[in-house]
């Protein structure tokens, strides 16, 4: 497959209705699945079909871990404007396990969720297991977090997993290294993932889904480049980026972002997986990438940690304690609507479960929004412009201590 930059012309940027669109199993049947409609520089807004509905890009992934995305229930995630959610392959695995959620109709009906979903290939989570984990050309035994119990996970047994769950995207089975690594270990790994990539794509039968690939390489542009090269030989309807936000120095992914992602293949949705900060996701979205999950909008909303259009703030300082004003005079989120700072300042101090959940309605409500506005600003042409606007409004975030 070519990896071509995008700097090749792209046709079709009107944006407007669906309804001359084939139905979308039809799209996905044809292998129909992504098209960029807009480009700004090397930003793309596009569109990628699956067989439970159509994604708008760029687009950020809530993370629903065990089938849920903490503290919201799914009726609250559409009206934030959720488009997809992330499933963790391991966890659900271990427990309630792929064949129970097989049998009651897979993890759409299972959770209740009619929208797209994408499973992780539980590559992540064994590799983190450290010294509960045993690797091999094979695959990974490892030991549960949960019991202690002895399981293998090979790229047939994720493939296997992912099926049996139902998932619209599947990730194929890679090894994600830690930071630091050496040449010598990166340049095994990296082999070791595209070996794997190319069993997974042997396993993976069910033809309502997409297998995405994942490109690892460490830190460095030459394994990076040469990890893409390998990845993208094997012809599959996405690739990701895999490997970053692992501990690194942040500034090292956005060096790097700019020169990998504009050689991804352009017919093709590019995901970066696991990341991660509003800033983070910019500055990916200008260099090309179409899609992102990570936890931190939901994980740091339970610790008092706010997204708002003027940077971070926390809402347990003390200069809240009487403020009558909402988490953000710009946002129109269900929190920012109905609560002052004052009270969600008071629930997040008295430990109240709501504090919990209206921070995280917010936090995701601001990422879709975030997004959503990267989506119009391709669209119309003001993407520079809109950028620009956003990392100067976010590089004023407050102190997070009292």
């Excluded at 909303?301 to 009487?322: F, H, L, P, Q």
């Excluded at 929190?335 to 504090?355: D, P, Q, V």
Aim: glycine share 8%; charged share 20%.
């Amino acid at each position: 497959m070519s990896l071509e930059t995008n700097s090749a012309t792209v046709s079709g940027t009107n944006t407007g209705s669906n309804s001359h669109m084939l139905p979308i199993n039809d799209l996905v049947q044809k292998g129909e699945h992504f098209k960029v409609k807009a480009t700004a520089g090397n930003a793309r807004r596009g569109e990628l079909h699956t067989a439970h509905g159509s994604i708008q890009t760029p687009v950020f992934m809530a993370v629903g871990t065990k089938a849920t995305v903490k503290a919201m229930s799914n009726e609250e995630l559409v009206e934030c404007g959720t488009q997809i959610l992330l499933g963790n392959t391991y966890h659900l695995h271990l427990r309630p396990g792929e064949k129970l959620i097989q049998k009651m109709g897979g993890l759409h009906k299972f959770m209740n969720w009619n929208k797209p979903i994408l499973t992780d290939s539980g590559g992540f989570q064994v590799f983190s297991l450290s010294g509960l984990r045993t690797m091999s050309e094979k695959g990974v035994e490892f030991r549960s977090h949960l019991d202690g119990g002895k399981y293998f996970i090979s790229p047939e047994k994720s493939m296997e997993i992912q099926m049996d769950l139902g998932s619209d995207i599947i990730m194929a089975f890679d090894e994600c290294l830690g930071y630091p690594a050496t040449d010598e270990q990166i340049i095994k790994s990296m082999d070791l993932t595209h070996r794997w990539l190319k069993r997974s794509k042997e396993a993976m039968t069910r033809k309502e889904s997409m297998l995405f690939g994942i490109v690892q390489g460490g830190l460095s542009l030459p394994h990076r480049m040469r990890s893409l090269e390998q990845v993208a030989s094997v012809d599959l309807p996405g690739y990701a980026l895999g490997g970053f936000s692992i501990g690194e120095p942040i500034h090292l992914m956005h060096e790097l972002l700019p020169e990998i992602a504009p050689r991804m293949p352009v017919d093709k949705p590019r995901y970066l997986m696991g990341v991660g900060t509003p800033t983070d996701l910019l500055i990916a979205v200008n260099a090309g990438v179409d899609m992102f999950d990570c936890v931190m909008p939901t994980r740091v909303a339970r610790n008092g940690t706010i997204y708002t259009w003027t940077g971070k703030v926390s809402i347990k300082r003390n200069e809240y304690k009487d403020d009558p004003s909402p988490l953000d005079p710009e946002c129109d989120c269900y929190t920012c609507k109905n609560y002052t700072k004052a009270y969600l300042r008071h629930l997040f101090l008295s430990g109240e479960i709501l504090g919990s959940r209206l921070n995280t309605i917010h936090n995701i409500y601001f990422y879709m929004k975030l997004m959503e506005r990267a989506r119009t600003a391709i669209e119309n042409g003001t993407w520079d412009e809109y950028f620009q606007d956003c990392m100067t409004r976010f590089s004023k975030t407050r102190t997070l201590t009292e």
